[in-house]
Each structure stands twice: as structure tokens, then as C-alpha cells.
């Protein structure tokens, strides 16, 4: 029967691998502390990031595998389920960890910040490589949240705590910054296949069939998860994928008015518009005048 584990609080996870439970929001995990344990599927109502030191079986997120070996970050948000694949032989984990229950973060700076920080959604093939220098300073980053952890609980500690998992957070979205212009060449062929996906949807029949785009199929087209797909494109262009492909959109459009008859109205429907004056409004923002000038001035040359 497979092994299949539910950790929605900070002291079941840390009984899980022989840790102490310092604070009942956050910990410090250190996983060479851990009972050897084959493979399971682990479900998380916390989040979660881990640090891996040695190959330990195949990590997957639904049935996609991390790019995950030693030296890499992983984050995770609660509902998240992960995988261990290896289901046979025992392993001894190594490693370092930080979890954190969603109620740390009431009533401080990092609440409101979280969303900001996209990697908690990537998955497949997205993990965080760390250079030798980066992974020392996430080290040093997560013994300063452990230093904290052993001082008694008082009115402090969460503002404290909290700071310092920001701080912490804030190097990793250093560091994969780092990794988006590192990784460019695989990065570059991401972007040339996110063109050919647009100009095939815009001359295929998808466009009459299913409306505009939207960012996640792309994203799923490419393997993508919809966050990290975004922030590559952002790194790569200048644009979200949103302004991308609404850029794209209007100079179709513009091509439509200049060289055809058809009414504005048509070409919104033709454009994927279920009403025409979304249509206007959105070329009125990027091109700065509405269609209706835009083809007067055209026609006046």
C-alpha cells in the first residue's frame, strides 16, 4: 500500500523527521536528522521550501518530475502534493528545509508580500539552482531564522521571524533572476516557441473557436507552470505575456484595417472580441488613438 502522509501543522511535519518543535508556525528542518524512509506522497497545508543535498529518488508535482538535484531549492504552497517516486529501497534524507504555517504571516510585512513572490507556484522543471556562494548564504540565512527560533517566544519574535524569512525569500527571488539570464539560451528557445504558438493560434481556427488566449495555454502548451512562464517572459522582453500577446493582437488588427474593408465591429469578433467595444478600448490603450481614428489617419495618406 503506498505511504501517503498529511502535514497541515509545523509539529506534525517536524515529528515526521525527529525534529523539535521550537515554534508551533515555523521551523528549521535539517534532514540528516530524519529516520531513513522509502518514497511516499507527502500532502502540504504549509509551506514549504527544501534544500536538497543528495539523490534521493525522483521528486514529482502531479505527474511531472522537479529539476531537481543536489544543490537546488523547491518551494511550496499549501494544497501542493508531492511525490517521492522511489518506492522501494530506503533512502537517508540530507538536506536543510523551512517550513511555515500561513498564520505566521498575519499582521506582518511578509503577509502582504507573499503573492510577490511567484516561485511558490512553479513547478515542473523550474526548481532553483544555487551556486556554491548562494547556497553558503542560504545557509547562513536559514541558521539566523534557527537562531531566533531557540530564543523564548516573546512579543517579538514573529515580527522577527517573519523579517528574517523575508529577507531569506528575497535572495532566492535574487537569485532566480540570476538563473533567468544563466539559463538564456533555454530561455530564448522558451520565447521563439511562445511566437510560433501565437502566430499559429491567430491564423488557425482557435481564435473563432475558443476566443483570445490566455496566458496558461500558453503556459501549459509549453509545459509551463503559469508563474514562471510569466517572470521568463517579463526577463526576456520587457512585457508580461498579457501585453505580449495583447501587443500582438492590435498590430493583427491593424493590419486588418489597413488592408481590408471590414467594419471595426468585425474585426473585433474576428479578433476573438465577444463585444466590440472591449475591442476599442483595449487598441485606444496601446495604440493611443481609437480604431476608428486609427483608420482615418491611415487613409489619409
Partial sequence: MENTYFFDSISSYNNYNNQETLHP??????FSKANSRKGAKMHFGIYCIFMKEIHCGDLKYGCKH?????????????????????????????????????????????????????????????ALHLSEQERSLIIDSLRHIKEELQHPIDKHSKKLIASNI?????????????????????????????????????TSREL?????????????????????????????????????????LIEQAKLKMSHSDQSIQEIAYEMGFKYPQHFSRL???????????????????
Fill in 25 to 30: 508556525l515555523v521551523s528549521v528542518i535539517d
Fill in 66 to 126: 522537479y529539476d531537481y538535484e543536489a544543490g537546488t531549492l523547491v518551494f511550496l504552497s499549501p494544497g501542493q502534493v508531492i511525490e517521492v517516486a522511489n518506492k522501494t529501497t530506503y533512502y537517508q534524507p540530507m538536506g536543510y528545509g523551512l517550513v511555515f504555517h500561513k498564520d505566521l504571516l498575519i499582521g506582518t510585512s511578509l503577509g502582504k508580500l507573499l503573492k510577490d513572490y511567484h516561485f511558490f507556484q512553479y513547478h515542473t522543471k523550474e
Fill in 166 to 202: 523575508e529577507l531569506f525569500l528575497n535572495y532566492c527571488q535574487r537569485f532566480y533572476d540570476r538563473q533567468f539570464i544563466t539559463r538564456s539560451i533555454e530561455n530564448t528557445g522558451i520565447l521563439e516557441r511562445f511566437e510560433q504558438l501565437l502566430i499559429a493560434y491567430f
Fill in 208 to 248: 473563432t473557436l475558443h476566443g483570445l488566449p490566455t496566458v496558461a495555454h500558453f503556459a501549459e502548451k509549453l509545459h509551463l507552470s503559469s508563474n514562471y512562464f510569466g517572470d521568463l517572459i517579463k526577463k526576456e522582453t520587457g512585457k508580461s505575456p498579457t501585453a505580449y500577446i495583447q501587443q500582438y
Fill in 283 to 301: 487598441f485606444k490603450n496601446i495604440v493611443g488613438i481609437s480604431p476608428k481614428d486609427f483608420r482615418q489617419k491611415i487613409n489619409s495618406y
